[in-house]
């Protein structure tokens, strides 16, 4: 088995770390079980993250260094954060890590990716940010920044054959990554076929299902039982949720050891999983316009199955009548 693998993350992109820091909840696997190599058939890394490491400055840097000129073969890319046009403005630059010793000037986060992507047997985008621009790519940022898919291009192959592994979500559930990790490491090591990617570059196993259809509310919204507020535990869409549209499984997973999950703890869904986030969602706490078609056609059906389901509760709760004396 190859091992160790390094996983060089760079969280350099335009972002807030959001995604390590989620990353310290994992725990199917976690990442303490990555790093030790606790799973049978997986090989162990070697993990490169500013926010996770006990080296810092220069020290830190020349990881991403080993890693450009080939010396932490075979190594996994994480970018984290999204990726600035560095083209669009005469001076200045928008993001950058380390310091060239030639020069003294800062080395680009752009130029980073152009020397790591070829060379990493693997690259993932963690986080929305990082896979189709996020929060920092909404309509007017004078940024001009994307996701790595647009940076590199959609039809990208790295080293080891792989297309960008995009795992979004803002900041990204923590297990949906790491099992993503321990799915390409098992792929490296020869024991899983290639994996199986949607046309958003998604893991399929983890973005098919929409959280309307993992919502523990789902029973609410057949009856057409729709919550005017927030203050309920009836169905939000009312209120804005756009979970009848989007491919999740938080409302299913749960946010750390399977507890929370939007909608299922009284948010509003708002798409952060998906690329048209979050321009095509806005403003949040509206009710999607295509809700009030659907929830429209739901409710003659919803009102008269709750009726009916009420008037059968009602006989249900009753005992039958020969128990009576
Ligand atoms: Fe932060 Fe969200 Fe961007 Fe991750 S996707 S870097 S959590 S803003
Ligand atoms: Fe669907 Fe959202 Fe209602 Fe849950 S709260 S049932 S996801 S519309
Ligand atoms: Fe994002 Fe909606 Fe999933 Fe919550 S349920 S993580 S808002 S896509």
Same mark, same amino acid.
């Given at each position: 088995?190859?091992?160790?693998?390094?996983?060089?993350?760079?969280?350099?992109?335009? +972002?807030? @770390?959001?995604?390590?820091?989620?990353?310290?909840?994992?725990?199917?696997?976690?990442?303490?079980?990555?790093?030790?190599?606790?799973?049978?058939?997986?090989?162990?890394?070697?993990?490169?993250?500013?926010?996770?490491?006990?080296?810092?400055?220069?020290?830190?840097?020349?990881?991403?260094?080993?890693?450009?000129? !080939?010396?932490?073969?075979?190594?996994?890319?994480?970018?984290?954060?999204?990726?600035?046009?560095?083209?669009?403005?005469?001076?200045? $630059?928008?993001?950058?890590?380390?310091?060239?010793?030639?020069?003294?000037? *800062?080395?680009? %986060?752009?130029?980073?990716?152009?020397?790591?992507?070829? =060379?990493?047997?693997?690259?993932?985008?963690?986080?929305?940010?990082?896979? $189709?621009?996020?929060?920092?790519?909404?309509?007017?940022? *004078?940024?001009?920044?994307?996701?790595?898919? @647009?940076?590199?291009?959609?039809?990208?192959?790295?080293?080891?054959?792989?297309?960008?592994?995009?795992?979004?979500?803002?900041?990204?559930?923590?297990?949906?990554? %790491?099992?993503?990790?321990? $799915?390409?490491?098992?792929?490296?090591? !020869?024991?899983?076929?290639?994996?199986?990617?949607?046309?958003?570059? /998604?893991?399929?196993?983890?973005?098919?299902?929409?959280?309307?259809? +993992?919502? @523990? /509310?789902?029973?609410?919204?057949?009856?057409?039982?729709?919550?005017?507020?927030?203050?309920? %535990?009836?169905?939000?869409?009312?209120?804005?949720?756009?979970? *009848?549209?989007?491919?999740?499984?938080?409302?299913? =997973?749960?946010?750390?050891?399977?507890?929370?999950?939007?909608?299922?703890?009284?948010?509003?869904?708002?798409?952060?999983?998906?690329?048209?986030?979050? @321009?095509?969602?806005?403003?949040?706490?509206?009710?999607?316009? +295509?809700?009030?078609?659907?929830?429209?056609?739901?409710?003659? $059906? +919803?009102?008269?199955? /709750?009726?009916?389901?009420?008037?059968?509760?009602?006989?249900?709760?009753?005992?039958?009548?020969?128990?009576?004396?």
């Amino acid at each position: 088995m190859i091992e160790p693998v390094h996983v060089v993350w760079v969280t350099a992109g335009l +972002g807030c @770390d959001g995604d390590t820091i989620a990353m310290t909840a994992a725990s199917l696997p976690s990442i303490e079980e990555l790093v030790e190599g606790a799973l049978p058939g997986v090989p162990r890394i070697v993990l490169h993250n500013p926010v996770l490491a006990y080296e810092n400055g220069d020290a830190f840097v020349q990881s991403m260094r080993d890693a450009a000129q !080939g010396r932490l073969d075979p190594f996994i890319l994480v970018v984290e954060g999204s990726i600035p046009n560095e083209k669009n403005k005469a001076d200045g $630059y928008w993001a950058a890590v380390g310091v060239d010793p030639a020069s003294g000037q *800062p080395i680009l %986060t752009c130029d980073w990716l152009d020397r790591l992507a070829p =060379r990493a047997w693997a690259v993932v985008a963690a986080g929305t940010c990082a896979t $189709y621009g996020g929060i920092h790519a909404m309509q007017g940022n *004078p940024t001009g920044c994307m996701g790595l898919p @647009d940076y590199l291009g959609w039809s990208f192959r790295s080293a080891g054959g792989v297309p960008i592994v995009c795992v979004p979500g803002c900041p990204v559930q923590p297990d949906n990554f %790491t099992e993503t990790l321990s $799915y390409l490491l098992q792929q490296l090591a !020869g024991r899983a076929p290639m994996i199986p990617l949607d046309e958003a570059l /998604r893991p399929r196993w983890l973005f098919t299902q929409t959280v309307h259809e +993992g919502c @523990d /509310r789902g029973g609410y919204y057949e009856q057409a039982d729709f919550a005017p507020d927030y203050a309920s %535990t009836r169905c939000i869409v009312k209120v804005g949720c756009w979970g *009848p549209v989007v491919q999740c499984n938080v409302g299913k =997973r749960g946010w750390m050891a399977g507890i929370g999950g939007c909608p299922n703890v009284g948010g509003v869904c708002i798409g952060c999983t998906m690329p048209g986030f979050p @321009d095509k969602f806005m403003s949040f706490m509206d009710e999607p316009p +295509g809700a009030k078609m659907s929830t429209a056609a739901v409710s003659t $059906y +919803g009102r008269t199955v /709750r009726a009916l389901r009420q008037f059968t509760m009602d006989s249900m709760n009753r005992e039958p009548g020969w128990r009576k004396p």
